[in-house]
């Protein structure tokens, strides 16, 4: 069986490089130097630790939203949109609802949407092709495959500069549904 390659979580990165301090903290400390200065440790010869730093995120890491690729699950996209509308509605933006009380979209993107997005946009969740057309220099290639694909598949696409998929009108059907999303799998996910 073949496994894919799960990115960690911005929290398991942290988890691991807090664990890997630590194990480095307690490794020094076995050396000596106890609660010398730096410029006693220099006199003596002596390795000792000054204290602890915290390792911060990357801005970018910091920034990322939820990325929604063609391998999530429903039940998974449909999470993290929940939490995205949540934080909108907690912010006053009128909120369009399914019949199963979960939120279905904003009512519209005016000026307290917007606002809301200030907050809230960090949880917004992000489709792979979108945030490869911004940081993949290799976006372009990865989306002509994707248009050669649908074309085999006898589905008339276009793949724009934001990342965004559109379909020729003609052509909207679940075939190009089903064919849109397996043939951005095989362009952006395969090695």
């Known amino acids: 069986m073949h496994t894919a390659d799960v990115p960690r979580s911005p929290g398991a990165v942290r988890l691991l490089a807090t664990v890997a301090a630590l194990a480095s903290m307690g490794l ?3 050396c000596g130097g106890g609660s010398e200065s730096t410029d006693d440790a220099r006199d003596t010869g002596v390795a000792s630790v000054a204290g602890p730093k915290k390792a911060s995120p990357s801005p970018s890491a910091q920034n990322e939203r939820p990325l929604i690729r063609p391998d999530t699950s429903e039940g ?5 949109s929940q939490v995205w509308m949540d934080c909108l509605s907690k912010k006053g933006v009128k909120m369009l609802m399914n019949a199963d009380g979960s939120y279905k979209g904003p009512f519209r993107q005016d000026a307290p949407y917007k606002e809301a997005q200030k ?4 949880k917004e969740p992000e489709l792979l092709e979108m945030r490869a057309a911004r940081e993949d220099p290799e ?12 074309r085999a598949h006898d589905v008339k696409a276009t ?14 059907d679940e075939h190009a549904f089903t064919w849109a999303k397996k043939c951005e799998a095989e362009a952006f996910l395969a090695k």
Not at 119 to 122: H, K, M, V
Not at 139 to 150: G, M, P, Q, S, T
Request: some cysteine.
């Open 119 to 122: 907050t809230c946009g960090s």
């Open 159 to 172: 793949v724009q500069d934001d990342g965004l998929l559109a379909l020729d009108d003609s052509n909207v």
């Open 76 to 80: 998974e996209e449909h999470r993290v």
């Open 28 to 30: 020094l400390g076995a």
């Open 139 to 150: 976006f372009r290639e990865k989306a002509d495959r994707w248009e050669k694909c649908l």
